[in-house]
C-alpha cells in the first residue's frame, strides 16, 4: 500500500464502506486489478562469496543452533567462531550439532559460559553476531552488540515489554548511524511466496485494506518441571518458554509471526486493543495458555487475532486480509470477493503455492547478501513495532482493558529481575486475572 494510498484510507474508511465491503462477497464483485501485469519479486539463491565472515552466537539452545546452521548454508566464506551460553550442557549440544551436521568445531577458549558471556563474544573479533537468548535478554544484548559495531541477526520477538521496545528502537536508530546490517527474524518478510503476494497487494491487488485476521493455534509446546538442586533462575531458563517475563507470554514469543505479518501488509500499527484470554492447562510457569484479541487500526478496521497452545483442539495457522475488491491469505493466494482463485504463487519447476527455499536460510542469505555488498538493511524497527503490538494484546487481555498503542509505547512497566545470577529469583507463579479484584466482592449477593 502507498502513502498516498493508506492516507486516502485513513480519511475515507467508515463502517459503511466496511459493511458493503462484506456485503459484496455475496453480490460477487469482480477483482479486476489482479489482472494486472507485477515485475517479478528478485531473489538471491546465494549470498556472494568474499573475505571470511566470523559469526558469533548468543544462545545455543535449539533456535540458536538452528540459526548457526541456516547461516552456514546460506553462502561461503562463513566460520563460526565463538559461542556464549548461560547452561554449559546447552553449550555442549549445540557445539555436538555442528559437529555432526556442518562439521564445525569452535575452539574451547572461544565457548563462554555465564550471564557475561555475551559480552566475551563481542570481544572476540566477530564480524557478525546471531542473537537467539529468551526474548527478555534481547534489548540488553543488541546495544552491547550494535555498541561493538557489529551486525546482527535478532531474533523474534526481540523484548518481553515496553522499555525493551524502545532500548530496541533506540539501539536500532544507532545501527543505522553506524552502518549495521540487523535483520530480523520475523522469517515471512524473507519467505518468496510472501513476498510475491505482498509485492501484489501493496499495488493495489486487493484494493483499499479493510480487515484482517491472524490465527495461531497449536497444541501445547515443550515444558521443563523444576528438578532438585536446581536455583530459582536456573529452573526458569530451563523452562523460559512458559515464563511471560523470559518469553513474554505466547502471544509474544509465537504469534507475533502472523501479527508482523499484518501489520507489514497493511502498512500500519494498531491503535488500541481489547483482548481476552486465559489459562486453561498449562502446567508450568506462569502465562496463558489462549488470547483472542481485537487490535483497531487507524482506517477504522480491524485485526481479529486468536492464539492457542492447548492439545486437543482444532490447529490452525492462517492469515487473511481483506480488501474492497478481494482478500489473501498472505503466503500465497489472492482471492477475488467471491472467493475465486485469480492468483497463486507458482514457482517454476515446484507444485503451485510451494517453493523450495527454506525462509530460515533466506534471512541469511538477504543478510550475507546485504554485509557483502556493503547495501545496509535494517529491520530493527519492524520487529519492534510488531513487538510491541503483540505486548499490547497480552496486557488488554491480561487486564480487561482497552489500552492504546500510545499508552503501551509509553508503559514503563518491566517484567524480570534487574540482576541475574544462578539463584534466587523474586517472581512467583502467578496468573493474571483480567479486571478490577478489589471490586469482587461487590458481585456477591448478600441475605
Not at 546485504?370 to 503490538?389: D, F, G, K
Request: hydrophobic share 35%.
Amino acid at each position: 500500500m502507498t502513502d498516498e494510498k493508506r492516507e486516502e484510507g485513513k480519511r475515507d474508511f467508515n463502517r459503511r464502506t466496511f459493511i458493503g465491503a462484506v456485503a459484496a462477497v455475496g453480490a460477487g464483485a469482480v477483482l479486476a486489478s489482479c489482472k494486472k501485469s507485477y515485475p517479478p519479486v528478485k531473489f538471491v539463491d546465494l549470498a556472494p562469496d568474499g573475505p571470511v565472515l566470523k559469526v558469533g552466537l548468543i544462545g545455543c539452545g535449539n533456535r540458536g543452533t538452528g540459526a548457526t546452521l541456516n547461516i552456514l548454508n546460506a553462502g561461503p566464506s562463513v566460520k563460526i567462531v565463538a559461542l556464549a551460553d548461560v547452561l554449559k550442557d546447552h553449550m555442549d549440544t549445540c557445539r555436538a550439532n555442528l559437529s555432526k551436521k556442518a562439521q564445525v568445531q569452535v575452539d574451547d577458549d572461544h565457548c563462554f559460559i555465564g550471564f557475561d558471556a555475551y559480552k566475551k563474544v563481542l570481544d572476540s573479533d566477530v564480524d557478525l553476531v546471531l542473537l537467539a537468548t529468551p526474548p527478555h535478554f534481547r534489548p540488553q544484548h543488541f546495544g552491547a552488540t550494535v555498541d561493538a559495531k557489529k551486525h546482527c541477526f535478532l531474533e523474534k520477538p526481540c523484548a518481553v515489554d515496553a522499555p525493551g521496545v524502545r532500548s530496541i528502537l533506540a539501539s536500532g536508530q544507532k545501527a543505522t548511524a553506524y552502518n549495521l546490517c540487523v535483520v530480523a527474524g520475523t522469517l515471512w518478510r524473507h519467505d518468496r511466496p510472501h513476498r510475491e503476494t505482498y509485492a501484489r497487494v501493496s499495488n493495489g491487488a486487493i484494493g483499499q485494506i479493510l480487515a484482517a485476521r491472524s490465527r495461531y493455534n497449536v497444541g501445547q509446546l515443550w515444558y521443563t518441571p523444576r528438578r532438585k538442586g536446581w536455583s530459582d533462575m536456573e529452573a526458569m531458563i530451563r523452562d523460559w518458554l512458559n515464563w511471560r517475563w523470559l518469553s513474554g507470554d505466547h502471544i509474544v514469543e509465537q504469534c507475533v509471526h502472523n501479527i508482523d505479518t499484518v501489520i507489514w501488509f497493511t502498512g500500519m500499527h494498531p491503535t488500541y486493543a481489547v483482548g481476552d484470554g486465559g489459562r486453561a492447562r498449562r502446567v508450568t510457569g506462569d502465562q496463558y495458555d489462549h488470547f483472542n484479541v481485537q487490535y483497531a487500526y487507524p482506517n477504522g478496521g480491524v485485526n481479529d487475532t486468536m492464539c492457542r497452545q492447548i492439545d486437543g483442539c482444532a490447529n490452525e495457522v492462517s492469515d487473511l486480509v481483506l480488501g474492497t475488491e478481494g482478500f489473501t491469505n498472505c503466503k500465497d493466494t489472492i482471492y477475488d470477493l467471491k472467493g475465486n482463485v485469480v492468483w497463486k504463487y507458482q514457482e517454476q519447476g515446484q507444485t503451485p503455492g510451494k517453493t523450495k527455499f527454506n525462509p530460515y536460510v533466506q534471512e541469511h542469505i538477504d543478510f550475507l547478501t546485504a554485509i557483502r555488498t556493503n547495501q545496509p538493511v535494517n529491520e530493527a524497527e519492524h520487529v519492534a513495532y510488531s513487538t510491541l503490538t503483540a505486548i499490547l494484546g497480552r496486557e488488554s487481555a491480561y487486564t480487561g482493558k482497552k489500552i492504546s498503542w500510545d499508552e503501551m509505547l509509553d508503559s514503563n512497566d518491566r517484567l524480570g529481575p534487574t540482576e541475574y545470577a544462578m539463584g534466587p529469583v523474586d517472581i512467583k507463579a502467578v496468573v493474571p486475572v483480567p479486571g478490577n479484584d478489589a471490586n469482587a466482592a461487590k458481585h456477591i449477593r448478600t441475605a
